[in-house]
């Protein structure tokens, strides 16, 4: 009786400690790496979260949370070709913005294919298969639902408005003309639209000021969906653009999405970036959590003055903690993680994790890290500012031509490699190579012996250094290139750092493999 007791009191203590019921205080980000455009839902006890994937390949991740602050992914919204179409896709093209919703039963996700149009697919299980596209009539980015009785709403931004029609979200059917109902508050690029109702009103919330330092979140609201939309006298509810928050260390503060949770407290998330070396940002934009009151006026009130903060001291819901991504692979799994990602529409019949056991097997193809196609990589993206990754892998079959290695890539035109090289002769060499615009450099290049190599990459807020092992145990340092080169202030575009496994060649008639024993990301926070 006294051991049952003593049992049932361990049982309790342990509860307690893995499901906390403190909940006070979290850090920014949520979700820490390229994670923009996040968009939030609740069904029953659990939240649902989605973000913009571009050109990368499954698209539009989705994570799952108990408590808003810890996410675990729980899949793709879109894993088959026939749902995402990614050829020729440029970079920074491709999927932006979704938004997800629950409904009825099924859970919806809205998103823009820039080069196709905005459609929809749909789901009763969110981390299984999702349906196939339907494609709406009403254009514009950043499409959002919202759903009234039996009736769908569409919102997204033709231009400087933003535009409402409704819809059957099923079939993709335009059901009422468009009509421009806001166009915000002078900003440029209004957009980012979602709809709540609440206490009669409905409210119309956007971004505006562009993804850069002049991002922002603007409200209004109407008694009727379809407007007039009234300004909040308040507005901008959310900006990290003025002198307040000049120092603070997250930017770019905008396109957001709100969410009231079960205990009826409501939560904004939205995208920001961590500016480094000087004003460059390397993660791409992240997503950031937030607590939101409304005033007495009934207006929407962020984080009490409508900044955010690295680390914020507020109660939240209980914590839950979650599963998070592997840091380190073995690739004995029989799949990769979700946190890996290949570009564009994968050839899978280059990549394997069954032809040599606990080894990631990859072979090669014609097609560069600087073509606009799928060359044989895949990648996880680099989530912390400082961080080591290693691999350790091995060549065969090689010719002249053939190199396989590890890419510290943010574009095409915008990466760092470390690899092995096969040169005449049978050598093989050590190469680290940057790829910066129209300028491709080797910096280094030292000839090593055949077998097993060690690659590793350390990543500081200004420097990559690249280095090299052939024991595993003695590193030696050849490269160290400046961060902003790659940074989105220097390349451009909307995405954030991938590391990448890839494996390419001069030869159509190659047969070089690459296996890959290895790959341990190390966070140092
Ligand atoms: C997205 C737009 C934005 O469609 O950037 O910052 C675009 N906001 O809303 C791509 O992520």
Redesign the pocket.
């Known amino acids: 009786m006294r051991k049952i007791y003593f049992l049932c009191l361990l049982f309790l203590k342990l509860s307690v400690l893995s499901y906390g019921s403190n909940g006070v205080g979290y850090t920014n980000p949520v979700i820490s790496g390229f994670h923009?455009?996040p968009s939030v839902c609740k069904a029953g006890d659990d939240y649902y979260l989605v973000t913009?994937s571009f050109e990368y390949f499954p698209g539009v991740p989705i994570f799952h949370s108990k408590d808003l602050v810890n996410w675990e992914q729980i899949g793709h919204c879109l894993t088959r070709s026939s749902q995402l179409d990614l050829n020729k896709c440029r970079p920074s093209g491709g999927i932006?913005?979704p938004t997800i919703r629950y409904h009825d039963g099924l859970f919806y996700m809205i998103t823009t294919h820039v080069s196709r149009g905005n459609f929809i697919v749909h789901t009763k299980d969110p981390a299984g298969e999702w349906s196939e596209p339907v494609w709406l009539k009403q254009a514009g980015?950043?499409p959002s639902l919202y759903f009234e009785g039996d009736k769908c709403y569409f919102t997204s931004n033709p231009g400087n408005m933003i535009y409402l029609s409704e819809i059957n979200p099923l079939t993709g059917e335009q059901i009422t003309g468009s009509k421009p109902i806001w166009g915000g508050t002078g900003g440029r690029y209004p957009?980012?639209p979602h709809i709540y109702k609440k206490d009669g009103w409905y409210y119309l919330m956007i971004?505006e000021g562009g993804?850069e330092y002049a991002?922002k979140v603007t409200i209004a609201r109407s008694r009727s969906i379809y407007g007039p939309y009234d300004s909040n006298p308040s507005n901008p509810i959310l900006t990290h653009m003025n002198a307040v928050t000049q120092s603070n260390p997250i930017q770019g503060t905008?396109?957001a999405d709100l969410v009231q949770a079960n205990d009826s407290t409501w939560w904004m998330v939205c995208?920001a970036f961590r500016p480094q070396s000087g004003l460059h940002h390397l993660l791409g934009?992240e997503t950031f959590l937030a607590p939101v009151r409304w005033d007495k006026d009934s207006w929407p009130v962020v984080n009490g003055n409508g900044t955010i903060d690295l680390n914020m001291n507020v109660k939240t819901l209980p914590f839950q903690p979650v599963k998070k991504a592997s840091y380190k692979t073995n690739f004995d799994e029989p799949k990769l993680g979700f946190e890996w990602n290949y570009l564009r529409n994968p050839n899978v019949n280059n990549y394997s994790l069954t032809e040599k056991k606990g080894f990631l097997r990859l072979k090669t193809s014609t097609i560069k890290l600087d073509d606009i196609d799928s060359p044989t990589l895949v990648g996880r993206r680099q989530e912390h500012v400082n961080f080591t990754a290693t691999t350790s892998m091995n060549l065969f079959k090689a010719q002249k031509g053939d190199e396989s290695g590890l890419t510290v890539f943010l574009d095409k035109e915008s990466h760092y490699d470390i690899l092995i090289e096969q040169s005449s002769g049978g050598k093989r060499n050590l190469v680290v190579r940057y790829r910066m615009g129209v300028l491709s450099h080797i910096e280094s290049k030292v000839e090593i012996p055949e077998g097993e190599v060690f690659l590793r990459v350390k990543g500081t807020a200004d420097y990559y250094t690249f280095s090299y092992s052939v024991d595993g145990t003695t590193y030696r340092a050849i490269s160290k290139m400046n961060t902003r080169y790659i940074s989105s202030e220097t390349a451009g575009g909307?995405t954030g750092v991938f590391l990448g496994l890839f494996l390419t060649s001069e030869n159509s008639q190659s047969n070089a493999y690459a296996d890959f024993d290895k790959f341990e990301y190390t966070p140092e926070i």
């Open positions: 923009p455009d913009s932006y913005a980015i950043d957009e980012a971004s993804t991002h905008g396109h995208l934009r909307f």
